[in-house]
């Protein structure tokens, strides 16, 4: 989908009506309707604000963010349909909202490819990137294993402004954020089958052939020789073998100290021997979208070219039962030295991130941020709205909340007092994988935050927020816009 600005020597507005496009899209707020009576003078001269203001007279246009009218034929509009979309009181999110709306609205017709988009109040830039994640998050169709893939229609968006020289940046931002997005996605909503570990290390591979980027793949000998015992215990139950990726993007010189991504990779967890339910097993193909989202960074990092440098670490394995798979009470010594009792094999996650946060000491890196479907308790906690967050250092879960309410694509600060620990000790290892039901995701931090003592550190338990399950089941790209505003915000 390609997305373009456009100032016009006239209004915007003037320009929208001319617009020789499929579908002419107008956003407006209750301001441009007259609700707000103190400037609904001047912009009203607009004959597309007539219509829109007769139409919201007559009630065929209701308030609300996401509330739409489609005007076929609408006088003086060279377009074959004018949208109406209401965006609320204007904030970023009520502009998603709407720009969801629109998309979604103008999903599967055909002749709805080419569509203009004026705001009656103009666009700032957070309005910008709302209305553009917002049109690609309406219009996105997964299709890789359709075997007649109907693919997006919507294939061109022209943003008309007047102040286009201020917005330029903020577009360049939405459309690699966007397309970040649509990576991870794409992989977090494909079947195990079609995304092994050795699929996600090709994906990768791609990545390392775009712009400023290099990957490097290690297969199950490299990784012995690491001695990543414990990532190495999870992956033995499968005969698909476990990869180590290392991406890197270097948009800085090499000394400076980059920021490190590692993203939970299991491409299918079925728990193991501690094996899960069947109800809504299937979900668990998504057990991979850290890793996905880290994907998806890099392929923002390459479009965008900001002046940073990060690191992308990606362990990938399946979590199957088997002959030869890892059985509860199994110790297994982790590249950190560190002991682990392995009381339930479906507390799997940690034991492939432990190794991963081993390995970005190396790298002496100025922080490193997991990034981990790793909890059921974590959607207990805090449902579907918001990322749990946990971080070693204030300032650090200062900024990761700021950039989550930035990009909305939210998290929220989860503690990490030591008593938290206490149950994940053993008679039999330094440590054991799990500790009691209470505090599920609190625990599992507690257990990463042991290998991540060297640099400051934050976790993502992405557990709520990778994908929706139900009628619209499917990838979120979840927390591809969090990072990516974090990771920005460091030039
Ligand atoms: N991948 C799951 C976490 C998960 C479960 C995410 C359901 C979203 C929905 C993880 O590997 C897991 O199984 N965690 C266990 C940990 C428990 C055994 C301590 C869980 O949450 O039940
Ligand atoms: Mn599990
Ligand atoms: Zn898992």
């Known amino acids: 989908m390609n997305f373009h600005l456009h100032s016009p020597p006239t209004q915007a507005l003037a320009a929208l009506a001319r617009s020789d496009c499929d579908t002419a899209v107008l956003f407006m707020g209750n301001e441009a309707l007259g609700k707000e009576p103190a400037k ?32 076929p034929a609408a006088p003086g509009v ?3 349909r004018l949208l109406l979309a209401h965006v609320g009181d204007g904030t970023p999110a009520q502009v998603r ?17 080419r569509i203009s988009l004026a705001a009656a109040s103009g666009f700032d830039g957070p309005q910008l990137r709302a209305a553009i994640l917002g049109l690609a998050e309406g219009s996105y169709v997964y299709s890789s294993t359709k075997s007649k893939p109907k693919g997006r229609h919507l294939v061109s968006v022209e943003v008309i402004a007047d102040n286009v020289d201020a917005l330029q940046a903020d577009l360049d931002w939405a459309v690699a954020c966007m397309r970040g997005i649509e990576l991870a996605k794409e992989w977090g909503n494909r079947p195990a089958n079609h995304a092994t570990p050795v699929h996600l290390a090709q994906a990768a591979r791609a990545l390392g052939k775009t712009p400023k980027t290099t990957c490097e793949v290690l297969g199950p000998k490299q990784i012995a020789k690491l001695k990543m015992g414990s990532f190495l215990a999870v992956a033995q139950g499968s005969r698909n073998e476990p990869r180590f990726i290392v991406l890197k993007y270097q948009g800085a010189p090499a000394s400076v100290a980059p920021h490190v991504l590692v993203g939970k990779g299991i491409t299918f967890d079925t728990g193991g021997i501690s094996l899960k339910p069947a109800a809504e097993m299937d979900e ?33 394995c399946e979590n199957m039962p088997g002959g030869d798979a890892l059985k509860p009470g199994d110790v297994v010594t982790s590249m950190a030295g560190q002991t ?14 432990c190794d991963a946060l081993t390995y970005a000491e190396r790298f002496k890196p100025q922080s ?38 930035a990009a909305q694509d939210p998290c929220w600060r989860m503690p990490l007092d030591d008593e938290y620990a206490e149950g994940l000790k053993t008679h039999f290892a330094d440590v054991a994988n799990v500790a009691g039901r209470a505090g599920g995701s609190i625990t599992a931090a507690k257990f990463l935050q042991r290998f ?9 338990d992405i557990a709520g927020t990778a994908w929706k399950s139900g009628a619209a089941k499917g990838s979120t790209g979840r927390p591809v816009g969090l990072l990516l505003q974090y990771l920005t915000d460091q030039t």
């Not at 609300?64 to 005007?71: D, E």
């Not at 979208?289 to 990060?310: D, H, M, R, T, Y």
Request: glycine share 10%; hydrophobic share 50%; net charge neutral.
């Open 40 to 71: 609904a003078k001047a912009p009203a001269r607009s004959p597309l604000l007539k219509l829109a203001m007769q139409l919201a007279g007559q009630g065929d246009f209701e308030a609300g963010a996401g509330k739409l009218v489609s005007v």
């Open 452 to 460: 991540a003592a060297k640099y400051d550190w934050a976790h993502l």
């Open 368 to 405: 490193v941020v997991d990034i981990a479907t790793l909890t059921g308790a974590c959607v207990v906690a805090l449902g579907h709205v918001r990322t749990g967050m946990y971080a070693s250092n204030d300032e650090l879960a200062a900024q990761l909340t700021r950039a989550g309410d």
């Open 340 to 353: 682990i009792e392995v009381l339930n094999t479906d507390a799997e996650g940690r034991l492939i991130l």
């Open 78 to 80: 060279v377009a074959q």
């Open 97 to 113: 909202k709407a720009a969801v709306a629109v998309a979604g609205s103008l999903k599967g017709n055909t002749h709805a490819k």
């Open 284 to 316: 668990m193909k998504f057990d991979m979208c850290g890793a996905a989202s880290v994907l998806g960074v890099f392929e923002a990092l390459s479009v965008l070219k900001p002046a940073i440098n990060v690191v992308g670490l990606i362990p990938t």
